[in-house]
């Protein structure tokens, strides 16, 4: 019984410690000053329609884990970024959301369903999120199950994210679909998804899946709310008929995202895209600092991703310009800036570091600095 109470406070201590003769680092017993001031307000999460702690309409703040491995050591990398889940959770990010990636040693992140259970039962507040899973790759009916369980264990903290992965081919070519089915795939299994959480019994016949009376159990505690990250105008206009939300990738510029926005706008005029906003990002008290942390995280980045992506190569600099990369009041102002023209319900952090402690500090700074820079209404 002892050994069961232990797992309801999160991970047996040993877990910690096996973490730090890793190389992790020790996780600092020092509290946040932003953890300190908030912990006047309840422990209850934030309704996932709203914004930030301060009841003001900020943006949520979220980390986005990418499951970085720069010494090609899976386990270590496995092990880190989910020491990093509690810290965020600690720190008392809004939300949490996990990459999924299969085939690709910088990023191990191909069993997305574990990881987002395991999260599941070491935070208490943060809404635990998929940004995003591909449907396109799976079987409808185990995601399902995977989302139903996870929402489950969260207690209604869940947030379903989905993309076609269609600009990684690779990988779809490897799970033997071709790239040009990937969207019509996803999108297929995704319907068929939302069918087995609302109805008690499915037959669907489709182009790509078939079941026959099947009936789904476990189901979801919650009305899973649901996100895309797409491109495609026919995609953004059956998301905006649907209610599902947006999500743009961290890559994804202004100009692109202006344009997805108003799409989604005139196909349903009185919509909430609820736009989650991936961004790298890194701040410190001087600007050059910042940068010189930064750059060669996304230059490495960039030429990880061209090697393997299609479409326009990305450019270091240009990413950079684009990132939450500087100040805290040049961050702080960027933030505001996206919140103002186009009313971001979240932005999902990238930390432009793969070393922990570096990690850590850049976590850290978005709460303890950016946050509280930010107005309240």
């Known amino acids: ?45 934030p309704a996932p329609g709203r914004a930030s702690w301060s009841g003001a309409m900020n943006p949520r703040f979220g980390y986005l ?7 090609s050591e899976a386990g270590r990398a496995l092990t880190r970024q989910l020491i990093l889940v509690r810290e965020a959770e600690r720190m008392r990010f809004d939300d949490i959301w996990f990459a999924e990636h299969h085939f690709d040693d910088y990023f191990p992140s191909g069993a997305c369903s574990v990881m987002l259970g395991y999260a599941a ?3 208490m507040r943060a809404r635990i999120g998929s940004a995003s899973f591909l449907p396109a790759l799976r079987d409808p009916v185990q995601l399902a199950e995977d989302v139903a369980s996870i929402d489950l264990l969260t207690k209604g903290r869940f947030n379903f994210g989905v993309a076609s992965g269609a600009d990684f081919p690779k990988q779809t070519v490897d799970f033997g679909i071709a790239p040009e089915d990937a969207n019509a795939r996803g999108l297929e299994a995704l319907e068929l998804v939302e069918r087995l959480f609302a109805e008690s019994e499915v037959t669907h016949k489709g182009k790509y899946f078939s079941v026959e009376k099947l009936s789904l159990a476990p189901r979801p505690e919650q009305k899973v709310p649901t996100w895309i990250a797409t491109t495609e105008e026919s995609t953004i206009r059956l998301a905006a008929r649907k209610g599902y939300g947006l999500m743009a990738a961290a890559t994804c510029g202004n100009e692109e995202l202006r344009r997805i926005l108003d799409i989604y706008k005139s196909e349903a005029p009185e919509g909430d895209p609820r ?6 990002g890194f701040a410190t008290q001087e600007r050059d ?8 995280y996304l230059e490495d980045y960039c030429a990880k991703a061209n090697a393997t992506r299609v479409g326009e190569a990305l450019d270091p600099q240009a990413l950079l310009s684009m990132s939450l990369v500087g100040s805290y ?16 319900h979240g932005i999902a952090v990238i930390p432009t570091s793969a070393q922990f402690d570096t990690v850590k500090r850049c976590l850290a700074a978005f709460v303890d600095e950016i946050r509280l820079r930010l107005p309240v209404d």
């Open 289 to 296: 600092e910042a940068v010189s942390i930064a750059t060669p």
């Open 329 to 344: 009041k040049e961050v702080a102002d960027h933030v505001n800036r996206l919140n103002e023209e186009f009313g971001v």
């Open 121 to 123: 039962g070491v935070t």
């Open 1 to 45: 019984m002892a050994e069961l109470s232990c797992f309801r406070r999160g991970p047996p201590r040993d877990f910690a410690e096996r973490a730090e003769s890793c190389g992790f680092g020790r996780e600092t017993p020092r509290r946040s000053r932003a953890a300190r001031l908030l912990q006047v307000f309840a422990d209850t999460p």
């Open 65 to 71: 884990c990418l499951f970085d491995n720069p010494t």
């Open 275 to 280: 736009l989650i906003l991936a961004r790298f």
